[in-house]
């Protein structure tokens, strides 16, 4: 209570404020950090041939640009007159390109405001909508299948603006849209895959993917991040929920 109460104040010098900081996992973000940059150098050197072969096909596909970039929804640890806190921020995404060139994103931005509006529908929906997207090329259509089109975010991982393991980021007109209850999944470093990714997906609505970051969020540790790590092999595997 004493924290919330200090957030409060928080905020109104600070409207981005989202939660307190939980002090006593402190060495639990220094290990994490830890397991994020040593993944991420790892993965980017054995991957590096992987990542020229995925260049080449978009380039001789649609052409350049290879590479896609958005501004995202983040979050960074802040200390301010001795109170750590969440606050949100923003931040360049990387992604393989899968759409065409300059891709006019303002049906997406009405499906996401109805999507999150309708909170409690199925999400296999949102889906539909990503495989049958006219926008997505058809080296897009495979690498979203099998998510490669994720792989460029491991620089996002060095950059220290994501993680391995957390809420996927999502964009500032999604986040615009939020109540004040889904904001809490913001209070987390967003991750490439996390407890949502591994928990179904596709037979889920937003409302579910919500509580269960909100749920990841409140039950951090690095057994946790392990976990979903390796269920995250399968799911990648089998192509679960990706489209």
Known sequence: ?????????????????????????????????????????????????????????IILDTGLPIFFTHNRVGARRLTRNGFSYWQQTTFILYKFRTMVQDADESTHRAFIKNRVKECDLPDDAYYQFKANDPRVTRSGKILRRTSLNELPQLV?????????????????????????????????????????QVSGRLDTSFD?????????????????DLKILFLTIPAVLSCRGAG
Not at 32 to 46: C, G, H, M, N, T
Request: charged fraction near 20%.
């Open 1 to 57: 209570m004493v924290q919330q109460a200090y957030l409060e104040v928080v905020r109104q010098s600070d409207p981005t404020a989202i939660s307190p900081l939980v002090k006593e996992r402190v060495f639990y973000y220094s290990l994490k950090r830890l397991l994020d940059v040593s993944v991420a150098i790892l993965a980017l050197v054995i991957l590096s041939p992987l990542f020229i072969v995925i260049a080449v096909w």
């Open 156 to 196: 996002n991982v060095l950059k220290g603006e994501m993680s391995l393991v957390g809420p996927r980021p999502v964009s500032p007109y999604e986040a615009d849209e939020y109540q004040a209850w889904h904001k809490e999944r913001l209070a987390c470093l967003p991750g490439i895959t996390g407890l949502w």
């Open 208 to 224: 579910y993917m919500i509580r269960k970051d909100i749920e990841y969020i409140h039950n951090q540790s690095l057994w946790l």
